[in-house]
């Protein structure tokens, strides 16, 4: 704890801590208040794969890649589909306009003075419908962080950890905000419980019992809590259902449980305003951590673009619901068969060449800079062991040596229709005729091609095309896709200081947020869709204009 701080800091997350930092360069005093425990300083992100969102940076230009500031705009724009702009979008486009020409000018080097790294090949995520301005990353943007999240907060907690070595920071961990507190029409502090002590480890849910109470005034409060991942009860009562279809009976979470979105209605009933609350963020391809660390823990596949991809009812999806193409797209699809689940098939050569599994938990030799495994892992053959380890262990995958007995194990994990195996053979051998010749009608095939052109997929992430029924490529795999909750793209209104906005358009004095609770930024600087490799770089800039701001402003 600290006595009169000039800041409170809500949520100790990467955010918080972004803003933490630069109000400890400008000399301010800064309490961080956190309902968890020490262990999970850093918050979501350190759970993270660490991709962060660069344009025309150093790595791309070495790959071949030609990037710029207008096509990173126009994919942005593009995807985001603002279409509130005099009113919740007010603010959060003026947002994205502002993070892209951070990320293509001093983003990199702001984070490369702190000691960020980042690996050489780079990766190309969400890459899109069907038009050259409409959603997608044009090129290959995703920067891989060596060290992945733990680095990504590292970099912030380091320097934070000193001043409270200083004095000049203090944590009080454990302690719960439920109010605001609100005098003279400004935000000048904070009330809250004291939660009872705590050593789960990292990620595992803690103790809700309260034994005790509190109250801190500062000059100024930065809301920094995260999102609203692990609260389904708020998904299913803002789930977008004309846009994406009814919201998933079965969900699983990519978030730990403290991810509960309560600051965002207690900013609400202090008078700051909530934007967006449709605009989320989910993914299509989560699986059942078979090692599970918080409930319902779910792991994504990022996949490359090989595998097939079915509905529940057995039918190949189509464009541009790929692999790694257009989530909000492949949802739409998936939920519009009544089930909430879909399957990949694929064969061992995909997934030792194309499979990666989000979280700093499943990539030990990034996550630990550690060059002599990343090449064993990464480049000999077989798939990394976290992979091969949810082949044999997860509750989503089934092996077989023809696809008989694929289609019969897939069957018995299936939570709706039985998969017709005569009819899913005759769309497996129709793809593959098409593997035959260099020519191909099929839109899958092509998009394969295009990526193969571009040299970091063809040496990391795009399988040689080859059949999907050559036993030489075998055994088949079969995998049930579930839909995994993430992230919140809507949220508090901010202004480019990070200052709250209330209902009236005016901006809240003493009030700010910062990071996934502010939607980013702005109340959703992503708009309807992510480019990925941008909720990293959200929280730092969000994080970085808020402690700046305070910093200039604060006497």
Sequence with gaps: ?????????????????????????????????????????????????????????????????????????????????????????????????????????????????????????????????????????????????????????????????????????????????????????????????VLEASEAERGVASSRTVVGEFEIRAKAVIVSSGGIGHNHELIRRNWPTERLGPCPEHMISGVPAHVDGRMLGITEQAGGRIVNRDRMWHYTEGIHNWDPIWPDHAIRIIPGPSSLWFDANGKRMTAPAFPGFDTNATMKQILATGYDYSWFILTQSIIEKEFALSGSEQNPDITGKDLKLTFKSRVAKGAPGPIEAFKKHGSDFVVADNLAELIAGMNKISRGPQLDAADIERQIVARDRDVEHKFSKDAQLMAIGNARRYLGDKLGRVATPHKILDPAHGPLIGVRLNILSRKTLGGLQTNLDSQVIRPDGSAFPGLYAAGEVAGFGGGGVHGYNALEGTFLGGCIFSGRAAGRALGRSLK
Excluded: C
């Excluded at 100790?12 to 005093?29: D, I, W």
């Excluded at 702190?114 to 959603?135: N, Q």
């Excluded at 409270?164 to 904070?190: C, K, M, S, T, W």
């Design 1 to 193: 704890m600290i006595d009169n701080p000039d800041v409170i800091v809500v949520g100790a997350g990467l955010a918080g801590l972004v803003a933490t930092h630069e109000l400890v360069k400008a000399g301010k005093r800064v309490l961080i208040l956190d309902q968890e425990n020490r262990a999970n300083l850093g918050g979501q992100a350190f759970w993270s794969l660490g991709g962060l969102f660069f344009v025309d940076s150093p790595e791309q230009r070495r790959l071949g890649v030609k990037d710029s500031l207008e096509l990173a705009l126009q994919d942005w724009m593009g995807s985001a589909g603002f279409d509130r702009e005099e009113d919740e979008d007010l603010w959060a486009k003026q947002w994205a306009r502002a993070y892209v020409e951070f990320a293509a000018s001093e983003k990199r080097d702001y984070l490369h003075e702190l000691g960020l790294r980042v690996t050489p090949l780079v990766g190309w995520a969400e890459r899109g419908g069907e038009s050259a301005d409409g959603h997608g990353n044009s090129v290959p943007r995703f920067h891989l962080t060596w060290g992945t999240g733990p680095e990504v907060v590292r970099v912030f907690q380091e320097p934070v950890l000193a001043a409270e070595a200083r004095g000049q920071v203090g944590f009080a961990f454990r302690h719960r905000v439920d109010e605001l507190i609100v005098e003279d029409d400004a935000v000048v502090g904070v009330r809250g419980g």
